[in-house]
């Protein structure tokens, strides 16, 4: 299991791992970890008075520098609404750290 981070008390947190948002892209993880999920909200819609995710494109990706940017992505999958998408790549990247530990 990874050590706790320094800069943990500046991020917002899910399951452990920071959460840093752009725009419409959201990072979840330690970018000095060998793999991050890349989240991009591609559509939204209103719920009453509050404009919600509504297509998400989640994407494991690794973090190494040398590879080329189209070689970066390890695995690729759309979902509906922001929970769906954070569920699914905790679980990627999970497996993807236990894998490489």
Do not use: H
Not at 6 to 21: A, C, H, I, M, Q
Request: avoid cysteine.
């Amino acid at each position: 299991m990874p050590e706790k981070k320094n800069n943990d008390e500046e991020f917002l947190t899910y399951k452990g791992k920071p959460l840093v948002r752009s725009g419409n892209t959201i990072y979840y993880g330690y970018m000095s970890d060998p793999f991050v999920i890349v989240i991009s909200i591609t559509s939204t819609k209103m719920v009453k008075d509050l404009e919600v995710s509504d297509r998400v494109v989640v994407q494991l990706v690794k973090t190494d520098p040398d590879v080329r940017p189209r070689e970066r992505i390890v695995k690729k999958g759309e979902k509906r609404g922001l929970y769906n998408a954070m569920d699914v790549g905790a679980v990627w990247l999970q497996r993807a750290l236990n894998k490489t530990a």
